[in-house]
C-alpha cells in the first residue's frame, strides 16, 4: 500500500472482542489500531489525541453505552465513521437502528460463538473491513464509462463487469420502449447507509400511491423485521417484512427478510412475494439482483428500478434486464450516499439511469408511478 494507513480506534468493553477485532485489523497492511477503549467516557477521552479515521463502537457498555457515546461524538465530530458492533438479538437490533437514526455510519453483528476463533476472526474480518475501507474512501470502485443515451449500446462481454452465476449478461442495445410508460412496480436496492435513506425516502411517499414497493435492504435477520416496522409507523404506506406468499399489493412496502432472497412470481393476476435461501449473490443474502431480474419477469417493462447508497456492486446486473425489458432506472447520487459502490457502479456499467439527490427521490418516485394515473383513484393505506 502507498500512502498513510487507517488509524482505527476500537471501543468494546468486552477483553476478548477487543482483541479478536485488533488481531483481525492488523492483519491488513492498509490498516492500523490506534487505540482500544474500554467503555465510551474512555473513548471520547481518547479520540483528540488519537485522531482516528475511524472508530468501531460497541452498542452495549457500562459507563457510557454506545448510544450515549455516539451522540456525545456527533457533537464534536459530524463526519467521523462510526460502525456500530451489535449483538444478533432484538435488543443489540433495536439500539443499532437508534444508532443509525442518530448518525452511526453502518453496523457489524459480532459472531455468534466467540469460542471459535478461526470462525470467528473470519466473520469479523468478511464484516468489519470491507466496510472501513469504503467508508473511509480506500476500496476501489469500477472504472467510469460515459453513461449511454437511452437506447445507447451498453457495456458488452469482458467490457462489463462479471455477471453473477446464472444471471444473463448484457445482450444488446437498451431500447427506449416503455420508459414513459405506467410503473406498475417500484423495486428499491440499498445497503450501507439504507436504513437512514430509505426511511426519508418512504416515509414521504404519498398513501395513495398506486403501485407496490419492493426493498431489498443489506441486513440479517431480526433488524428487517424491525426495521420494516420503524418504517411502517413513519409511513402513509403499508409497510411489512415480506413472508414467502404475500401478496404484492399498491399501497404496501415489502421488505426482504433477513438471509432469504426475496423473488416474485405471478399466478394470474395475483403478484406475490417468494423466499428462498438460495446461493449468495454479491456476497449478500437478501441481494438486489435476484428481485431485480424476477420483477423484470414478472412486470416487464413497467418496472422503475432504483438503486441507493452502498457497499459493492449489487444492482446493477439485475437492472439491466428491467432497463431491456423497457423500465426505468434512477440511482441516487454521490453526494448524498454514504458509499457510492453499489449507485456507482450502475454509472460505471454505463447503464441509462437517472442520478438524483436523496431530497428529490420521494417526487422523482411518485411522478413516476403516478404518470398516466388519477391521482385520486386510491388513497390510504392497503
Not at 142 to 169: K, N, T, V
Not at 259 to 287: F, W
Not at 312 to 323: M, N, S, V, Y
Request: with cysteine; net charge neutral.
Amino acid at each position: 500500500m502507498t500512502g498513510p494507513k487507517i488509524r482505527v480506534l476500537i471501543c468494546d468493553d468486552s477483553i476478548v472482542i477487543r482483541r479478536l477485532i485488533t488481531d483481525v485489523l492488523k492483519a491488513d497492511d492498509e490498516i492500523e489500531v490506534v487505540g482500544t477503549a474500554v467503555n465510551g467516557k474512555n473513548a471520547l477521552d481518547k479520540l483528540p489525541m488519537l485522531k482516528p479515521d475511524i472508530m468501531t463502537l460497541d452498542v452495549e457498555m457500562p459507563v457510557m453505552d454506545g448510544l450515549q457515546t455516539l451522540v456525545e461524538v456527533r457533537k464534536r465530530d459530524k463526519k467521523l465513521p462510526i460502525i456500530m458492533f451489535s449483538t444478533l438479538t432484538e435488543r443489540g437490533a433495536g439500539a443499532t437502528l437508534d444508532a443509525l437514526e442518530r448518525g452511526a455510519s453502518d453496523y457489524v453483528t459480532k459472531p455468534a460463538n466467540v469460542g471459535s476463533v478461526s470462525e470467528s476472526m473470519e466473520a469479523v474480518r468478511s464484516q468489519l473491513i470491507p466496510k472501513i475501507k469504503s467508508l473511509t474512501g480506500h476500496a476501489p470502485m469500477p472504472p467510469r464509462r460515459a453513461r449511454p443515451a437511452f437506447g445507447g449500446e451498453p457495456p458488452r462481454g469482458a467490457d462489463a463487469p462479471g455477471a453473477a452465476a446464472g444471471a444473463a449478461g448484457p445482450a444488446g442495445p437498451i431500447t427506449t420502449a416503455g420508459r414513459s410508460g405506467k410503473v406498475d412496480l417500484v423495486a428499491i436496492g440499498v445497503s450501507t447507509g439504507g436504513p437512514d435513506a430509505l426511511t426519508t425516502v418512504i416515509q414521504h411517499l404519498p398513501g395513495n400511491l398506486p403501485v407496490p414497493i419492493v426493498v431489498t435492504q443489506h441486513m440479517p435477520p431480526v433488524f428487517t423485521q424491525l426495521f420494516a416496522q420503524r418504517l411502517d409507523s413513519k409511513s402513509a404506506l403499508k409497510v411489512v417484512e415480506a413472508r414467502n406468499g404475500e401478496p404484492v399489493t399498491p399501497g404496501k412496502v415489502l421488505i426482504a427478510p433477513g438471509d432469504y432472497h426475496m423473488r416474485l412470481k405471478r399466478s394470474g393476476d395475483i403478484v406475490t412475494a417468494v423466499l428462498d435461501q438460495g446461493p449468495q449473490e454479491n456476497y449478500c443474502r437478501p441481494a438486489v439482483d435476484p428481485m431485480f431480474r424476477s420483477a423484470a419477469e414478472v412486470y416487464g417493462g413497467n418496472v422503475l428500478s432504483v438503486i441507493m447508497t452502498g457497499m459493492g456492486q449489487d444492482g446493477h446486473r439485475g437492472a439491466d434486464p428491467i432497463l431491456r425489458a423497457g423500465g426505468s432506472l434512477l440511482v441516487q447520487d454521490e453526494a448524498t450516499s454514504v458509499v457510492w459502490g453499489m449507485p456507482g457502479a450502475a454509472v460505471a456499467a454505463g447503464l441509462p439511469c437517472d442520478i438524483i439527490p436523496l431530497p428529490q427521490l420521494p417526487e422523482a418516485i411518485t411522478s413516476r408511478a403516478m404518470s398516466g394515473r388519477d391521482a385520486t383513484s386510491r388513497s390510504g393505506r392497503a
